[in-house]
C-alpha cells in the first residue's frame, strides 16, 4: 500500500511569505544602503576621520554577520517566525537609538550590536521561509521579493535627503526606526510551511517488506548530488553485539570506551546542529568563499558610494539622485532577469558569473576621466543592470547546491564569512582612502576582490570539466 508524499505548495501562501521578505527587505536594506548618506554630516561635525568612517560602516555590519554562525540553529529550534520577530524588534530599537550616537562607540553598539545583528538573523530567517515554500518556482518568488524590495532603494534616499532638510539626524533616525516597527507585521505573516504542505499524488512510496516497520537514515552526498539509504536496524543490531563483545571481554575497556563514546558523541552532536558536515565539501567551501568576497566587495561598494560620489564633488541631491536611478534599474532588471536565465536555462552560479563581470565593468567606469553628470547617471544605469542580476541569483546559489535542512546552517556560515570579510577588509579600504586620499580607488580594491571570486568558481568549473571527460574516456575503453 502507498502512501502520499508532501511537497511545498510552491505558491499559494508563498506568495504572501515572498511579500512579507520584501516588506523587511523595503524598510531595513536601504537604511544599511544610505547610512552613509545619514551619517556623512554628522561625522564630519564629530571630527571622525576616514578611516574613523569606514570601520564604523564595514565593522557594524561585521559585528551581526560574525555572530551568523549561531543563526542556523536558533532557527531550527524556535522556526522562523519567532526569529523574524525578535529580528523586527532588535532592528528597530537599534536604528531609533542612532539617533543618540556622538561617539565611535555608539555607533558600533546601535549600528553595529543591535541594527546589524537584527538585519542578519532576519535576512537568514526570511530566506529560509521563502525556499520553503519555493522549489520549482524559486528564481521567480526570489525575483518578485527583490522588485518589491528595490522600491525601497528608490524612495529611501529621496525620503531620507526630504527628512535631513527639514529635520536633524536624530529626528531622521526615528521617523526611519517607526517605519522599521512595521516588521513585526511581515513577522507575522512567516506561517510555518507544514500548514500549507500538499500531497504530491504523482510519487508513491511503496513498502518492500510487508508490514514490516524498517528504520532508516539518509545520508546527503553533496558532490553526487543525491540521498543514500542506511538501514538503521542492522546498524543497531550490530552496534549490539560489538558492545556485547566488549563487556564480557574486559570490563574497564567498556568503561574505556563508554568514556571516548561520551566525546564522541558531544563533538557529534555539534556537528550535527551546525551541519559541520558541509565544511568536508571543498566545492562548498570553493562556492561559499566567491560568495562571500563578492558580497563584500558588493556591500562595501554599496555603503561607500555616498562617500565615493561626494568625492568626485556631487552634491547631496545628486548622490541621491545617482542612488535612485540605479535602484531604478536595479528593480526592472530583479523582474526581468528570472525570464531570462528561464529562457535560457542557465544556472544561478553561472548568471551569478556574468553578473560579477558586469558589476567589475560598470563601476570600473568611475575612472574614465569624464565628469558631466550625465556619464555618471549612465555609470549608475550600468551598475543596476549588474546588481539586478546579481540580486536575484547569488540568493539562490547556495538554496540549488545544499539540501533545504541544511540551508540555515549553510547560511549562517555565509554570514560569519561576509563578516570576517568586513571585518579585516573594512579597515584596509580605509587605509587605502587616507594613503590615496579619495575613496574613488576604493573601486580598484572591491574590483580586484570580485575578480578573485570569479577566477576561482571559473577554475573549479574548468577543473571538473576536466575530470568529468577523463572519467568519460576512461569509460569508453
Known amino acids: 500500500m502507498g502512501r502520499r508524499s508532501l511537497v511545498p505548495p510552491d505558491g499559494g501562501w508563498g506568495w504572501v511569505i515572498v511579500v512579507a521578505f520584501a516588506l523587511f527587505n523595503f524598510l531595513v536594506i536601504p537604511v544599511l ?34 555572530a551568523g554562525f549561531f543563526y ?42 543591535l541594527t546589524s545583528i537584527g538585519l542578519s538573523l532576519g535576512m537568514t530567517s526570511y530566506s529560509y521561509a521563502l525556499n520553503s515554500y519555493f522549489l520549482k518556482r524559486r528564481s521567480f518568488a526570489t525575483g518578485f521579493a527583490y522588485t518589491i524590495t528595490c522600491m525601497g532603494s528608490i524612495a529611501m534616499p529621496q525620503l531620507i535627503s526630504f527628512l535631513l532638510s ?14 522599521s516597527l512595521n516588521c513585526f507585521v511581515s513577522a507575522a505573516l512567516l506561517q510555518p510551511v507544514e500548514w500549507h504542505m500538499k500531497e504530491d499524488l504523482s510519487n508513491f512510496h511503496r513498502s518492500t517488506a510487508g508490514n514490516t516497520k524498517r528504520s532508516s537514515i ?7 548530488g543525491h540521498c543514500s539509504e542506511i538501514n538503521t536496524d542492522e546498524m543497531n543490531r550490530k552496534a549490539v553485539s560489538d558492545s556485547t563483545t566488549a563487556i564480557f571481554s574486559d570490563r574497564n575497556l567498556v568503561v574505556a570506551e563508554e568514556k571516548d563514546s561520551a566525546i564522541k558523541e558531544f563533538f557529534y552532536t555539534i556537528a550535527h546542529i551546525f551541519d559541520l558536515s558541509l565544511l568536508k565539501d571543498m566545492s562548498f567551501l570553493n562556492l561559499l568563499m566567491g560568495l ?25 541631491q545628486q548622490i541621491a539622485t545617482f ?42 567606469c568611475l575612472f574614465l576621466p569624464l565628469h558631466q553628470y550625465e556619464f555618471f547617471v549612465g555609470v549608475a544605469l550600468a551598475i543596476g543592470v549588474a546588481k539586478g542580476v546579481r540580486t536575484v541569483y547569488w540568493t539562490l546559489v547556495l538554496p540549488d547546491y545544499v539540501p533545504l535542512k541544511m ?17 579585516i ?18 573601486v580598484l580594491i572591491t574590483n580586484g576582490i570580485t575578480l578573485v571570486a570569479l577566477t576561482t568558481w571559473s577554475c573549479e568549473i574548468g577543473y571538473t570539466k576536466y575530470i568529468n571527460s577523463k572519467k568519460e574516456e576512461i569509460t569508453k575503453m
Do not use: W
Open 33 to 66: 544602503q544610505n547610512f552613509g548618506l545619514i551619517f556623512q554630516g554628522k561625522f564630519k561635525e564629530l571630527g571622525m576621520s576616514a578611516t574613523d568612517e569606514t570601520f564604523v560602516v564595514t565593522s557594524g555590519l561585521a559585528i551581526g554577520m560574525l
Open 407 to 423: 540551508l540555515p546552517s549553510a547560511t549562517g556560515m555565509h554570514m560569519v564569512l561576509n563578516g570576517l570579510f568586513l571585518f
Open 292 to 316: 562571500s568576497a563578492a558580497a563584500f566587495a558588493e556591500q562595501a561598494f554599496s555603503v561607500l558610494t555616498p562617500f565615493i560620489l561626494a568625492d568626485l564633488h556631487m552634491n547631496t
Open 218 to 224: 539518509y545520508t546527503i552526498n553533496l558532490q553526487e
Open 72 to 113: 542556523g540553529p536558533l532557527i531550527k529550534k524556535f522556526n522562523y517566525r519567532k526569529v523574524c520577530t525578535v529580528s523586527a524588534f532588535l532592528t528597530s530599537v537599534g536604528i531609533i537609538s542612532m539617533m543618540y550616537a556622538e561617539k565611535m562607540v555608539h555607533f558600533l553598539m546601535s549600528y553595529g550590536l
Open 323 to 364: 542612488i535612485s536611478v540605479l535602484s531604478l534599474t536595479d528593480l526592472i532588471f530583479r523582474f526581468i532577469t528570472p525570464f531570462i536565465g528561464n529562457y535560457f536555462k542557465v544556472t544561478s552560479k553561472m548568471m551569478c558569473m556574468v553578473s560579477f563581470c558586469l558589476l567589475t565593468l560598470s563601476r570600473s
Open 166 to 179: 527639514q529635520y536633524d539626524v536624530s529626528g531622521t533616525c526615528l521617523i526611519i526606526g517607526g517605519l
Open 425 to 442: 577588509g573594512g579597515p584596509i579600504l580605509g587605509v587605502a582612502k587616507h594613503l590615496s586620499g579619495s575613496y574613488v580607488n576604493c
